[in-house]
């Protein structure tokens, strides 16, 4: 029924001994171990950087149909070696068929798994359980269009990185029972945990995108109750709750869960499918509107969301040919800044390389005291400065001034230095965009004035 078990932290009392080495890999410490492998922290010298390396555990290949599952998984996991590059998703660094004990070189990801915020007296903010879910849904959604449905989306699989006890990040790991949609061999059918297992995937029917839809409601579901949706004693009574019965209301498990969010997890916990949210867009975008509206109860120290800002750089045209890997990147390395009325952005005769895009609000253009533009969301300012190749043409020559209140976005060229290639390109991109639009307004102020008056 189960796909390998999760890693549990190791017991130092009752650890067997650590290897000094796997491969070229110096193992540092023991991670942790469940019944089918063992995880070790370890260092690539070569890359100087820390991996967390998931090695089989011996002992079971000696039996040969165990041997076979556990080679089938661990092919599974082989194949995705380098193609999985999202930063909510762990990357798989390399694979090695060794015939004593194969291992998989993973990211090292410093958090814990989601599984220590399931407990009822250690439950999390809602707005940072939405928040898990929008990252979740976006990085299963990346899987998705590379042909992957997970199969095993539970708490155990998802690794939080902590900032002073609050969740900032979520990775998804563990790809060991992944279906490959394109795949030529036979899948081996239901694996997964049964606790977040959709009613096809428990039944071995074909899989979509809905069944790892179902299991990450049934995680966010957890998280909110402090209870899984479909609970029991015994698997097989587990599993008829999973087929017949309806989970109980999230709003008796728990004071504040807004309708909205209850409906949208009891939508993805619908047993028929198609009663579903039918895209991970489309999921991701429910979770976003939920946190836009304002309408889950906020943290005191909480600001705003990544899911808002990675909504809003959706919608900006700047940002149109950015794909969702990028605009993450944006929103983890770009500068925001929230400035009120009259502030000024720029002044004539200021130097400076950095240049921002507005997200929202208004910014208007003074030249010798004369207003020569109106800027939007969207637009940028400063670009002039920022791709000019000499210090001398670095001297802004108006006043850009905030309207009304506005958020920019805000890079410098170490910042933009900072960012992955394709990211940079895509920047590129979009500049020569705005130069040509601003080039032809230029042409048309200059043979049709009074078309633009």
Same mark, same amino acid.
């Given at each position: 029924?189960?796909?390998?078990?999760?890693?549990?932290?190791?017991?130092?009392?009752?650890?067997?001994?650590?290897?000094?080495?796997?491969?070229?890999?110096?193992?540092?410490?023991?991670?942790?171990?469940?019944?089918?492998?063992?995880?070790?922290?370890?260092?690539?010298?070569?890359?100087?950087?820390?991996?967390?390396?998931?090695?089989?555990?011996?002992?079971?290949?000696?039996?040969?149909?165990?041997?076979?599952? $556990?080679?089938?998984?661990?092919?599974?996991?082989?194949?995705?070696?380098?193609?999985?590059?999202?930063?909510?998703?762990? $990357?798989?660094?390399?694979?090695?068929?060794?015939?004593?004990?194969?291992?998989?070189?993973?990211?090292?990801?410093?958090?814990?798994?989601?599984?220590?915020?399931?407990?009822?007296?250690?439950?999390?903010?809602?707005?940072?359980?939405?928040?898990?879910?929008?990252?979740?849904?976006?990085?299963?959604?990346?899987?998705?269009?590379?042909?992957?449905?997970?199969?095993?989306?539970?708490?155990?699989?998802?690794?939080?990185?902590?900032?002073?006890?609050?969740?900032?990040?979520?990775?998804?790991?563990?790809?060991?029972?992944?279906?490959?949609?394109?795949?030529?061999?036979?899948?081996?059918?239901?694996?997964?945990?049964?606790?977040?297992?959709?009613?096809?995937?428990?039944?071995?029917?074909?899989?979509?995108?809905?069944?790892?839809?179902?299991?990450?409601?049934?995680?966010?579901?957890?998280?909110?109750?402090?209870?899984?949706?479909?609970?029991?004693?015994? $698997?097989?009574?587990?599993?008829?709750?999973?087929?017949?019965?309806?989970?109980?209301?999230?709003?008796?498990?728990?004071?504040?869960?807004?309708?909205?969010?209850?409906?949208?997890?009891?939508?993805?916990?619908?047993?028929?499918?198609?009663?579903?949210?039918?895209?991970?867009?489309?999921?991701?975008?429910?979770?976003?509107?939920?946190?836009?509206?304002?309408?889950?109860?906020?943290?005191?120290?909480?600001?705003?969301?990544?899911?808002?800002?990675?909504?809003?750089?959706?919608?900006?045209?700047?940002?149109?040919?950015?794909?969702?890997?990028?605009?993450?990147?944006?929103?983890?390395?770009?500068?925001?800044?929230?400035?009120?009325?009259?502030?000024?952005?720029?002044?004539?005769?200021?130097?400076? $390389?950095?240049?921002?895009?507005?997200?929202?609000?208004?910014?208007?253009?003074?030249?010798?005291?004369?207003?020569?533009?109106?800027?939007?969301?969207?637009?940028?300012?400063?670009?002039?400065?920022?791709?000019?190749?000499?210090?001398?043409?670095?001297?802004?020559?108006?006043?850009?001034?905030?309207?009304?209140?506005?958020?920019?976005?805000?890079?410098?060229?170490?910042?933009?230095?900072?960012?992955?290639?394709?990211?940079?390109?895509?920047?590129?991109?979009?500049?020569?965009?705005?130069?040509?639009?601003?080039?032809?307004?230029?042409?048309?102020?200059?043979?049709?004035?009074?078309?633009?008056?």
């Amino acid at each position: 029924m189960n796909a390998p078990l999760p890693v549990e932290p190791a017991d130092p009392a009752h650890a067997p001994e650590l290897p000094a080495q796997i491969g070229k890999y110096r193992v540092l410490r023991r991670l942790g171990e469940g019944a089918t492998s063992e995880v070790f922290l370890a260092r690539d010298d070569f890359h100087e950087r820390e991996v967390a390396i998931k090695r089989v555990r011996a002992s079971l290949l000696a039996d040969a149909r165990e041997r076979h599952f $556990q080679r089938r998984f661990f092919a599974a996991e082989a194949a995705l070696v380098g193609r999985l590059q999202h930063p909510n998703v762990v $990357q798989i660094l390399d694979a090695v068929e060794d015939e004593v004990a194969p291992y998989l070189v993973m990211e090292y990801v410093p958090g814990v798994t989601l599984r220590r915020f399931c407990r009822a007296d250690h439950l999390l903010p809602l707005e940072q359980v939405v928040e898990i879910g929008f990252k979740c849904a976006m990085a299963l959604g990346y899987c998705f269009r590379q042909g992957l449905v997970h199969r095993d989306v539970k708490p155990a699989n998802l690794l939080a990185l902590l900032d002073g006890g609050r969740v900032v990040d979520v990775k998804v790991s563990d790809f060991g029972s992944v279906f490959h949609l394109g795949a030529d061999r036979t899948q081996v059918h239901r694996v997964g945990s049964l606790a977040y297992m959709s009613p096809e995937q428990l039944e071995g029917d074909v899989l979509d995108a809905r069944a790892d839809i179902y299991s990450l409601s049934a995680v966010l579901y957890h998280l909110i109750a402090g209870r899984p949706p479909f609970d029991a004693q015994q $698997q097989p009574a587990i599993m008829r709750q999973i087929l017949h019965d309806e989970p109980p209301a999230l709003a008796s498990l728990r004071e504040g869960v807004p309708p909205r969010l209850e409906a949208l997890i009891a939508k993805g916990l619908a047993k028929p499918r198609d009663e579903r949210p039918a895209t991970w867009d489309g999921f991701a975008e429910a979770l976003s509107t939920l946190v836009a509206r304002q309408e889950l109860p906020r943290g005191a120290l909480q600001g705003v969301l990544d899911s808002e800002r990675f909504s809003l750089l959706r919608t900006l045209d700047f940002f149109a040919g950015f794909g969702d890997v990028e605009l993450w990147e944006v929103v983890h390395r770009a500068r925001w800044q929230r400035l009120g009325f009259g502030h000024a952005i720029y002044r004539k005769g200021e130097r400076g $390389q950095s240049f921002h895009i507005i997200a929202s609000g208004r910014i208007e253009v003074y030249r010798d005291g004369q207003k020569v533009a109106e800027l939007g969301p969207g637009t940028s300012v400063g670009e002039m400065a920022y791709l000019a190749p000499s210090e001398a043409l670095r001297t802004h020559a108006a006043d850009v001034l905030v309207a009304d209140t506005a958020t920019t976005i805000s890079f410098t060229p170490q910042a933009i230095d900072q960012l992955s290639v394709n990211t940079r390109a895509l920047f590129d991109r979009a500049f020569i965009g705005v130069l040509v639009r601003r080039l032809h307004a230029a042409h048309e102020a200059l043979h049709h004035p009074r078309r633009i008056l």
